[in-house]
């Protein structure tokens, strides 16, 4: 089913409800009532997203099953999750239940729900509608939620690359369940324990990803000379470890304390570009190093010719990274209408010193805002125009008119 277009008179709004009620039906009711009563009175909703904590245990999947009837939208789409964040606030633990939705005039909204399914001739997502069959809509952005245990993201990733380029995806994999099968997923009436929930948008909304990686680079970047696989030999003609041992000679010692702790290494996602800023790079964590052959290992596959910098994360520069995306994007086009925040389930109190950061930061920026989120398993969002499958990331999704 695809919803819209309808009228563009006006643009897009949003409002957003939460409960932490302990019984879930009653949270449920509450933050529907709650979302709608922000919202405000006019035609129903084009989209709900509904993000329930896992919390609630074995109630969660029968509550969801009948979600589509009891939400005031067109269209819906939700997942279980380790916890969910409404406005300024973060519910890191315990039962809580966030309503977003959305009214989107003139905009396109086809919802999805994929499964990945071995052929005689190899991997296969299906469940695709037929309106995507063909060409996707002006300002496409797919907004996805997807299990971890059961859709392989990356490959999906990889597919829409070629043959939809240039789509933003933006999303967030469920981490309300922590075996295969425990997760609950969401696609108007229907629910699902594997595969992904989705929602293509486009017409006369833009979506606007913003993504914090929470790094900021040490060192200059450098050009792989020689790489194997995953496995970094020679960054400038030297050993890479050689030239990791140079930066870390000339750094004061609280980023030497970081180097220890918390290295990763960035690759520039486009190489075509005369300077790389921390943006540039989709960062990926150092998984080992020999101090023999001088070689660094990392979570990512690497090839000779690729540029890279060294880059280390503490909260300090994943609060800095937050706030200086969202300045940019507040200076770029102003206010938008609302907001979905996929924050990973390691930032949070795991990470700051305070609790709601990521919340706030968006409020103080771009509030006040109705937004819904929730901690992920793995954070989903574009660097440069490269879609990639994040972690420690804040990937956030703005909708404003286009």
């Known amino acids: ?17 939460c409960s ?7 949270a449920i009711a509450e933050a529907v009532a709650a979302a709608a009563t922000a919202l405000g009175p006019g035609e129903r ?13 074995t109630a969660v999947r029968p509550a969801l099953e009948g979600l589509a009837e009891f939400v005031p939208a067109r269209v ?13 606030t973060e519910h890191e633990g315990g039962p809580a239940v966030v309503i977003w939705l959305a009214r989107l005039p ?14 005689p001739d190899g991997g296969m997502f299906v469940g695709w509608p037929p309106e995507l069959e063909a ?16 859709f392989p993201v990356d490959t999906l990733l990889q597919r829409l690359a070629e043959d939809r380029p240039g789509v933003p995806i933006v999303g967030g994999m469920a981490s309300g369940g922590i075996a295969p099968g425990s997760n609950t997923l969401v696609c108007n009436a229907g629910t ?4 992904a929930v989705g929602v293509v948008i486009g017409g006369t909304v833009r979506v606007r990803p913003v993504v914090s990686q929470g790094c900021r680079p040490i060192g200059a970047p450098l050009v792989i000379t020689r790489a194997e696989a995953n496995v970094i030999h020679e960054l400038g003609g030297r050993p890479a470890l050689e030239r990791l041992r140079e930066i870390y000679a000339r750094l004061h010692a609280a980023d030497r304390e970081l180097v220890r702790s918390s290295l990763h290494v960035g690759r520039v996602a486009s190489e075509y570009q005369d300077a790389f800023r921390a943006g540039d790079f989709l960062v990926r964590n150092v998984v080992g190093a020999d101090p ?10 690497v090839r000779t010719g690729q540029t890279v910098q060294f880059h280390v994360r503490d909260a300090a520069s994943a609060h800095d990274d937050l706030e200086r995306l969202l300045a940019s994007a507040r200076a770029a086009d102003g206010l938008p209408a609302g907001a979905l925040v996929f924050t990973c389930n390691g930032r949070g109190t795991r990470l700051f010193a305070e609790p709601h950061h990521d919340a706030r930061c968006v409020q103080e920026i771009l509030g006040p805002l109705p937004a819904a989120g929730f901690f992920a398993q793995g954070e989903i969002g574009p660097i440069g125009r490269l879609n990639c499958l994040h972690g420690f990331t804040a990937s956030i999704a703005l909708f404003e008119p286009a």
Do not use: K
């Open 1 to 17: 089913m695809t919803a819209g277009p309808g009228p563009a008179s006006a643009g897009p709004q949003c409002g957003v409800g």
């Open 20 to 26: 932490t009620h302990v019984a879930l039906d009653a």
């Open 45 to 57: 909703a084009d989209l709900a997203v509904a993000f329930v904590s896992g919390a609630y245990g």
């Open 76 to 88: 819906v789409i939700g997942t279980t999750a380790e916890g969910v964040l409404a406005g300024g």
């Open 106 to 119: 003139g905009a396109i909204v086809t919802p999805l729900a994929l499964e990945y399914a071995q052929t």
């Open 135 to 150: 060409a996707w809509p002006d300002n496409a952005t797919l907004i996805l939620l997807a299990d971890p245990f059961s």
């Open 192 to 195: 699902y324990d594997s595969g």
């Open 292 to 301: 023999e052959s001088g070689v660094i290992a990392i979570g990512d596959l």
